[in-house]
Nanobody, 127 residues
C-alpha cells in the first residue's frame, strides 16, 4: 500500500516558478508509474504530467509542455513538478498519483488508470 502526500503548493505571481513535491510512504516508486493531475474550481480533473517507472519517459499535457518538468529523486521516494512561467490558468489543486506495473514506458494520462492518490496541494497564480 502506497501513501502519497503532496507539498510545496502556495501563491505565485504570473511568470514565476514553483516546485511541488509528492512523497511516498509504504513503498518506493521503483515499479510505479507516477502522474500529476490538477483540478480547478468547477472543472474536471485534468492530466498534467506522467513519468514512467523506468524514469525514461515523461509525458506532458499540451498546456504545460515546455513550462513544467516532472522528475524524481534517486531514492525513488519523491517526485517533483517544477513549474515555470506560471499563468493564472495554472491555478488549481494539484494531485499526484501512482500505479504499479506496466511497461518501462508506461505513462498513463487517464485518472482512471491510477490506483493511489494524494490529498492534493493548492497552487494559486496571481496576475
Amino acid at each position: 500500500q502506497v501513501q502519497l502526500a503532496e507539498s510545496g503548493g502556495g501563491l505565485a505571481q504570473a511568470g514565476g516558478s514553483l516546485r511541488i513535491s509528492c512523497a511516498a510512504s509504504g513503498s518506493t516508486f521503483t515499479t510505479y508509474a507516477m502522474g500529476w493531475f490538477r483540478q480547478a474550481p468547477g472543472k474536471e480533473r485534468e492530466f498534467v504530467a506522467a513519468l514512467s517507472w523506468s524514469g525514461r519517459i515523461t509525458r506532458y499535457a499540451d498546456s504545460v509542455e515546455g513550462r513544467f518538468t516532472m522528475s524524481r529523486d534517486k531514492a525513488k521516494t519523491t517526485v517533483y513538478l517544477q513549474m515555470s512561467d506560471l499563468k493564472p490558468e495554472d491555478t488549481a489543486v494539484y494531485f499526484c498519483a501512482a500505479v504499479p506495473g506496466g511497461s518501462s514506458y508506461y505513462t498513463p494520462r487517464l485518472s482512471s488508470d491510477y490506483t493511489y492518490w494524494g490529498p492534493g496541494t493548492q497552487v494559486t497564480v496571481s496576475s
